[in-house]
């Protein structure tokens, strides 16, 4: 019943990405944490480099704005007033402005 192709955002497929690639973080944790005492300190700096790139990476795919769902609302400049524009705020000053 129905269309069975439906399209779906590439909002998603990144996120899904993401989201594989963060819970493949997680099985390499584990197994460091299981053989935490056998690896010794060597093998805990090399942890803490892994999760420092992974934090960076976090990091950088949030400031980019990768994990937002719809886009951030534009905000629009404020209109400028200068000598041109001021005819259209009060004709009146301006007609006094120019007989002067």
Do not use: C, Q
């Amino acid at each position: 019943v129905g269309f069975a192709r439906y399209r779906f955002s590439a909002k998603f497929y990144l996120m899904a990405m993401f989201f594989v690639i963060f819970d493949l973080e997680a099985v390499f944790v584990y197994a460091w944490a299981v053989s935490a005492r056998e690896s010794g300190w060597p093998g805990y700096i090399e942890m803490v480099v892994f999760l420092l790139i992974l934090v960076a990476g976090l990091a950088y795919l949030w400031r980019v704005g990768a994990l937002e769902w719809a886009p951030k609302p534009r905000v629009l400049p404020a209109p400028r007033v200068g000598a041109d524009d001021e005819t259209h705020i009060n004709p009146a000053s301006a007609a006094r402005r120019r007989a002067k």
